[in-house]
């Protein structure tokens, strides 16, 4: 079985950079990301991530399943801003007697929001793809993250491919009696089962996982040991320092084009 965290990309010389220049850079792009006006600019930062990803040859397929997730958010809320946000009617229709207008406005925000969203996931993935999840979280607690999030996010990278690997088990399980030929509400009935009992697997892998780390002296108030030993080299932090510059330079256009 294919493994969600760990798919085979080219090293490009993305990879070489430090981790911490990589991370806290994705980070500083996620905040202009979202709060950025113009739709054109949120777009571009999203294409830019999808370019890089390309580079690294990425599957086309797997980061659009990436973006599946996402892209279904954002369109609900493209969707609330379109029929409640605004005052220039483009539209209207009807469910039996009520009716829904659409709003130019609303239209307007909600493509700037979908894109805003695209983008951060773009760009997680993106930081996902070239820097090894061990640099992400030891940078995470370099500026100062609540170790109770870093600990957590550990945990589920570690884990999220057994539980994967569960709910496929349990889904050609089901599959092999017939599950498939069920009615389309029988088969969401299916789901919602399964579901259910890969939640409480998970709950109970989760209690002896953490019993099992008790019983080896884990205690969450400790410090972890520092994983970078050298300084950021020269020329990666030159690297952030131009790239910074220019995502501030983006920040401002948007600031200053009406």
């Not at 220049?21 to 996620?30: G, H, S, Y």
């Not at 990425?58 to 946000?85: E, H, K, N, Q």
């Not at 690297?239 to 009406?258: E, G, K, P, Q």
């Amino acid at each position: 079985m294919e493994q969600i965290l760990e798919i085979e990309t080219a090293h490009t010389p993305l990879w070489a950079l430090d981790g911490r220049v990589k991370t806290i850079f994705a980070l500083v792009a996620i905040v202009i990301a979202v709060i950025l006006k113009h739709w054109y600019l949120a777009a571009g930062m999203m294409l830019a991530a999808w370019v890089l990803l390309l580079w690294q040859r990425y599957p086309i397929r797997t980061l659009l399943l990436r973006l599946l997730v996402p892209f279904g958010v954002a369109w609900l809320v493209l969707l609330s801003f379109l029929l409640t946000y605004g005052h220039t009617e483009i539209a209207c229709f009807y469910i039996w007697r009520w009716a829904f207008p659409m709003y130019l406005e609303g239209l307007q925000w909600g493509i700037v929001i979908t894109l805003r969203i695209l983008a951060a996931v773009s760009i997680i993935t993106l930081l996902s793809v070239v820097t090894p999840m061990t640099e992400i979280l030891a940078t995470m607690r370099l500026i100062k993250v609540p170790a109770l999030i870093v600990d957590l996010a550990d945990m589920i990278y570690r884990y999220i491919n057994l539980i994967t690997e569960s709910a496929i088990t349990m889904r050609n399980a089901q599959v092999s009696r017939g599950a498939d030929s069920l009615p389309w509400y029988r088969q969401a009935w299916d789901l919602g089962l399964l579901a259910g009992v890969l939640l409480i697997k998970a709950l109970d892998r989760s209690t002896r996982i953490y019993k099992a780390m008790l019983s080896r002296g884990f205690d969450e108030s400790n410090a972890a040991q520092p994983y970078f030993e050298q300084a950021v080299p020269r020329m990666d932090l030159l690297v952030f320092i131009w790239s910074t510059v220019a995502l501030l330079a983006l920040l401002a256009v948007d600031l200053i084009v009406r």
